[in-house]
């Protein structure tokens, strides 16, 4: 390491303008999130995604109410209404779950199952 620069190629390529809205897949929580740097007492420098706020309920399309059930996981709602359980974190902020876990703590809770944030549509 040389000049303050990274030797590390994983953080030479967050480094790069074009990258770093596409570090993640397009189904992530994190997609589109921008980056910073950090540059430490020794000079290196560190890049980091900065800070993702939970957007408001009011910007999410209803698709369907789910009430709660002993025993529930949230992956598997997600798998059930929106095709995959990975997608859970869109229910946890349609819901405005800091937490997805506290989702499920209470039984016949109703959940929110909608469209992605900002698309409008139909309830199905």
């Known amino acids: 390491m ?7 190629p994983v953080q030479a390529m967050l480094a790069q303008t074009s990258l770093q ?3 993640f897949t397009a189904t992530s929580r994190y997609y589109g999130l921008d980056t ?9 420098s560190v890049i980091f995604l900065k800070r993702r706020f939970l ?4 910007r999410f399309q209803l698709l369907h109410e789910h009430s709660v ?3 529930e996981r949230l992956d598997n709602i997600a798998a059930k209404y929106l095709g995959d359980p990975e997608l859970f ?4 902020d349609a819901n405005r779950a800091m937490r997805p876990e ?3 703590q209470t039984v016949g809770r109703i959940l929110r ?3 992605p944030e900002g698309i409008a549509g139909a309830a199905l």
């Open 113 to 115: 199952i909608t469209l």
């Open 89 to 92: 974190w869109r229910i946890a």
């Open 21 to 23: 809205k596409n570090l």
């Open 55 to 58: 957007p408001p309920p009011e």
């Open 69 to 71: 059930t002993q025993g």
């Open 36 to 44: 910073g740097t950090l540059t430490k007492p020794d000079g290196t």
């Open 2 to 8: 040389s000049n303050g620069v990274s030797n590390d």
């Open 102 to 104: 506290d989702l499920l």
